[in-house]
């Protein structure tokens, strides 16, 4: 039989495998962004908050378990979580789209859906036991730092994962001049019409990251008005566009020197054309999927202050 040291070790690293589940899908978050898009279904303003809040929601039951605050009604709400999971990943694997990565520890340790249901199941099984053995693992005077971390866990998130803001009300810093020698090279159509000219380097996993939220956008509005072009061998550049599911939206692989010091080598940069102006333009940290979606929803004439 378990003794109570061993009950109580089995409770902390149960309540250890919450808390890292929950610390493993900032890393980085928007690709558990792109899960709850992709495969829950949920929209691109619901799903930065929803992600954020499942985060909250698993650290906490997380460490109350793990410091033995409301430790009862924690594992039940683990055993509840672990179930609705364990039902939709199900039905997922049923229907044959089970074979991306669910999330559940982030992009670190991928698991498809039969994998992360099989952990569930040996969570749920740990559960039970300590339900089971309930009177071991109870007796600790300080269950309340459970509490105050999950209290100071949550400013902490939205320090280190800010929701995305789209900041639109940029003055641009490219010239047309620029844009027109790019444009003349490749023989595209970027000196008509409104186009967003998104540029990434094929090794730049930042880069693969927003490509892979590209990729569940609007194709109607992407194929109108968004245009990627990317820096890289062509091996790379074909592997990116593999691995980021683009490879039906427009894009070109370019060398242009005068772009690329025109941004100062950074990436992504997101470039808005009306008729060849550039109306704006951001890059690296600047640019999110937010941003995009905003451009491609018409937005290319924000009021400025």
């Not at 340790?109 to 040996?122: E, F, G, H, R």
């Amino acid at each position: 039989m378990i003794g109570r040291i061993g009950l109580i070790s089995l409770r902390i690293l149960y309540g250890a495998l919450f808390i890292g589940s929950a610390i493993l899908k900032l890393m980085p978050i928007e690709a558990f962004e792109l899960v709850l898009i992709k495969q829950v279904g949920f929209s691109w303003g619901i799903a930065p908050i929803a992600s954020r809040s499942l985060i909250i929601i698993e650290f906490a039951i997380g460490v109350s378990i793990m410091f033995g605050f409301q430790t009862r009604r924690m594992i039940y709400a683990s055993l509840v979580m672990l179930a609705v999971f364990t039902v939709y990943l199900g039905i997922l694997a049923f229907i044959g789209e089970g074979g991306e990565n669910c999330g559940c520890f982030g992009e670190l340790i991928p698991m498809d859906a039969p994998t992360s249901i099989a952990k569930n199941l040996i969570f749920a099984s740990i559960a039970i036991v300590l339900l089971w053995k309930f009177e071991g693992i109870n007796r600790w005077r300080f269950g309340w730092l459970g509490l105050v971390l999950a209290y100071f866990y949550i400013p902490f998130l939205f320090v280190a994962s800010p929701l995305p803001e789209g900041k639109l009300n940029k003055v641009a810093t490219l010239s047309v001049q620029v844009m027109s020698e790019v444009n003349q090279e490749l023989n595209w159509d970027l000196m008509t019409g409104e186009k967003v000219v998104l540029v990434m380097y094929s090794k730049c996993v930042h880069c693969a990251q927003l490509a892979s939220l590209i990729s569940t956008t609007d194709l109607k509005l992407a194929d109108e008005k968004l245009r990627m072009l990317i820096y890289g061998p062509d091996d790379a550049y074909d592997f990116f566009m593999r691995k980021t599911s683009t490879e039906s939206l427009p894009s070109l692989q370019t060398s242009n020197r005068s772009l690329m010091q025109a941004i100062n080598g950074t990436v992504p940069t997101v470039i808005a054309l009306k008729d060849g102006q550039v109306i704006s333009n951001w890059t690296g940290e600047e640019v999110n999927i937010d941003l995009l979606v905003n451009l491609l929803d018409g937005n290319l004439y924000p009021n400025r202050e």
